[in-house]
């Protein structure tokens, strides 16, 4: 395994490298952005970006573990894909240059993820109930709903995901693939919460819960003071 390389390496290598240099301008809807920005632990190299998509690709080198990582954002949903991380840039450089086509193609909102199968046969692709709900309550907005759910961490998929951009507030629903169970996670200024009021076994008292309580949920987080 190559030894970590210090920060102030890779922040001087970048933009005379070549891998970066080569990256195509667009790709599915994404516009290639140049890094250079240190936050905190990452250090961006680079990032597609679609903001009325409110998605993004960074590909980052994180002082944490001494890696390259490709990061997809979703709204305010952010996570590695751990797929392709290393600690060598050489086979970083290799395996995006192979992968970026897919890995674009992954990160817009209408691609059917790999888990298709299954979110079908548990009937999350043709749950209907989803549309009957608000686009909008309060400052937050539908951001993402069965038809085209998102994979995310730890075996999870988003199946319903209201956000308030501006504020960095959420209410996400997600279905683990694992448990084989419905749960709900929120975020107050962009800061996750773990909680219970939405948990659910079945498809149908996921429904119920959502249709007694959601309204009233975000309308209270909302006004949360953090």
Known sequence: MPKPEKIETIMERRPSWDFLQNLPEEMFGFT???????????????SYVNEDWHRRLDLIYTKETFDYVPVRQAGLLRYRDLRYITRDKDVFAKNITQVLPRLLEETTPDYLPRSGHMLKSKGILDWAFPDTLPDRIGSFVKFIGPRHPLDFINNSTVILDYVDFACGNELVFLYNRARNEFFAENKKAFIPNTIHDFDALKLETLENLIREKLETYLLALENKKT
């Open 32 to 46: 290639l952005q140049e890094g250079g920005q240190l936050n905190r632990n990452e250090f961006t190299l680079a």
